[in-house]
C-alpha cells in the first residue's frame, strides 16, 4: 500500500515537471500557430485599366498592367519592399505577342503600369470570432513609408506607378484581364 502511494507522489511531481517544462513550449507553438512571422503581402491583379477614387475624385488611373494591394507587416523592411517591387516588374503574368503563352512577357515587356492600394486588411485574421483583427498589419507610421519606398522602387525599374491616398476611405474599381490574380509574399 506504502508504496503505491510513493508512486502516486512521484507520479505527480513527474507529472507536474513535465507540465511545467512543457507549458511555455506550447504556449510558444499556440502563439506562432496563430501569428507566425509575417512578411510582406501583395495582391497582383492583371488588368486592362484600374482606378482609384477617394471623396468622389479620381486619384490614379491606369491602362493596361497590373493593380497591387499592398499589405505591410511589422517586420518589413525597405529591403524587403525593393525584392518585391523587383519581382513584380519582372514577373512573367502578360500573353505572348502571337498568343502562345499566358504567361510570357512581364510589366516592363508590355510597357504596363501599376495602382498601388495599400490594403492593411491583408492581414485580417478571422479565424476567431465574428470579427477580423489586424494585429499583424503595420501601423501608419511604420507602413506609410513603406509603401511611399515600394512606389518609389518600382518607379526606378522604369514602371510608370499611380498610387490611392494611404489610409483614405477608397472606391477601387478594375477590369481584370485573364484573370490573372496572384499571391506574392517576401521570402
Known sequence: MASSWWIGIWSARALWEDVAFMLPLRFYLRIGALYPSARMRVVLQRVKRASVTVEGRMVGA????ALLLV???HDDTREAVEWMAKKI??????P???GSSHFDRS???????TLVVSQFTLYGDAR?????DFVRAARPELAAPLIAHFCDALRAQGV???QGV????????????GPVTLILETP
Do not use: Y
Open 107 to 113: 510589366l516592363l515587356d508590355v510597357g504596363g503600369a
Open 160 to 162: 510608370v506607378v499611380e
Open 62 to 65: 491606369i491602362g493596361c498592367g
Open 96 to 98: 505572348a505577342i502571337e
Open 166 to 177: 494611404f489610409g483614405a476611405e477608397m472606391q477601387v474599381e478594375l477590369v481584370n484581364d
Open 89 to 94: 516588374v519582372s514577373l512573367r503574368v502578360f
Open 71 to 73: 499589405g505591410i507587416t
Open 128 to 132: 476567431k470570432g465574428r470579427r477580423p
